[in-house]
């Protein structure tokens, strides 16, 4: 399959060519063949024509709990420890196998529409949103969430490490899996060695959540001595390739080095974070020390959207609040982080750029808006001023997902029925205890 996205306003974030417009992007078994300012040699099995559009690489959303879709709106204006430990932990043990599926195929739509082409998700039944992972076309890096406090903890241990022998590669390369601690605090020094181990053995990463909350360094300095990014180091948890330390909101000058120096993918959140008061991460002291940072958007219950272009922004200004200087995390730094930062945390080396033998996950946005004129920085405009509902056609591996606004692979009114129908009868009791 060879295509062509022809006479666009192509923003690579490629150092070496950074912006061509018009631009010509050329594509073969789902890899970028060429890119170029003038028209290449065909034939074509496809042109996508892309004049009055601006290309730029698929988002990444570097961490999220896409089944939580399903909690949108259920518990909000709350602080984090009640939020889990009231709401979302006790009405989480009554969604099913099936909820997650459909819940996870009502965020895979929200993300691929608003031009997010790989996530990274850490929750419960994961093999069904590996399977809506599958049918959507999407990419993702997957993980079960193991919390050591349920009396199910070493199963679903076993579990998620079947899943991982099963599924890490699957869809063409399209999914990879992770485990999934879901925090220190959560997880139990035994459990968390285990999970080590058995990441180490399988050849595969971490993803967990690290310092969101000052109650939360406290916490792990009064049970182990140290702060968690030191107590995760001490554990040898660092020692793996890739992990994925969701939020770092809480850390000190040492364990930004750590992290720097271990090249841990950093998902910064800064919706939720917001939302939950966690704090203002040090983000451009973790860049600053040449740390890999994405962003992400945590899940849909303490967002409540799964929007990464919002997220974008959100991060190029609370950069700005927190250094108090306008030139804090400018519009490019922060749309890499968007992209290519959150493909190389997640140790997706080639994702993230428009650039020959990268991955061709590309979005097309529609440039004829009024909030998108005039074109005096098209950067400046997809971070500042662009918005979910400008992106017009996305492709995965080279395979086109979202066509005008289309969603091609999904039956979206169906999703977005069975998803209502799963959360409100989960929200109002109608099932039963599973967990």
């Known amino acids: 399959m060879r295509l062509l996205i022809k006479d666009a306003s192509v923003v690579t974030l490629d150092p070496a060519r950074p912006l061509l417009a018009p631009g010509y992007v050329s594509v073969q078994d789902g890899r970028i063949e060429a890119v170029s300012d003038q028209p290449p040699v065909g034939p074509w099995d496809e042109v996508i024509e892309g004049k009055g559009q601006i290309l730029m690489p698929g988002l990444v959303n570097a961490h999220t709990h896409v089944a939580m879709t399903l909690l949108r709106g259920y518990a909000d204006d709350m602080e984090l420890m009640p939020w889990l430990q009231t709401k979302i932990w006790p009405i989480e043990a009554r969604i099913g196998d099936e909820d997650v599926y459909w819940g996870s195929l009502l965020g895979i739509a929200e993300m691929l529409l608003g031009g997010v082409t790989t996530f990274c998700d850490m929750y419960y039944a994961f093999h069904r949103t590996a399977a809506a992972v599958e049918e959507s076309g999407m990419r993702a890096v997957l993980s079960g969430v193991l919390l050591g406090f349920l009396n199910s903890a070493q199963a679903d241990l076993e579990a998620a490490c079947r899943f991982a022998r099963e599924w890490h590669g699957a869809a063409g390369g399209r999914i990879s899996a992770m485990l999934g601690p879901h925090a220190a605090y959560t997880c139990p020094d035994p459990l968390l060695r285990q999970v080590i181990s058995a990441a180490r053995e399988l050849g595969i990463g971490l993803h967990i959540h690290v ?225």
């Open 211 to 435: 310092s969101e909350t000052e109650q939360e360094v406290e916490a792990s300095e009064q049970s182990t001595g140290l702060p968690p990014v030191l107590h995760l180091e001490r554990l040898g948890a660092f020692e793996l390739h890739p992990v994925l330390a969701a939020h770092c909101v809480h850390v000190s000058p040492q364990e930004i080095e750590v992290l720097a120096r271990h090249q841990v993918g950093i998902a910064h959140n800064p919706g939720s974070n917001m939302k939950l008061a966690s704090g203002l991460a040090p983000v451009c002291e973790l860049l600053a020390r040449g740390a890999r940072v994405g962003i992400g958007t945590d899940g849909a219950a303490s967002n409540n959207n799964l929007d990464v272009l919002e997220e974008v922004r959100l991060a190029a200004l609370l950069a700005k609040v927190r250094e108090a200087d306008p030139t804090a995390l400018p519009a490019h730094q922060a749309l890499y982080l968007g992209t290519r930062g959150g493909a190389l945390a997640l140790g997706l080396e080639d994702v993230g750029l428009i650039a020959p033998g990268f991955r061709a996950d590309l979005v097309l946005l529609e440039a004829r808006q009024p909030h998108l004129v005039p074109p005096h920085n098209l950067v400046s405009h997809l971070v500042y001023a662009a918005r979910a509902g400008d992106v017009r056609t996305v492709l995965v591996d080279g395979r086109v997902v979202v066509r005008d606004r289309e969603l091609l692979t999904l039956d979206l009114p169906r999703v977005m029925a069975e998803a209502t129908r799963r959360g409100q009868e989960i929200v109002a009791g109608r099932r039963p205890r599973r967990r």
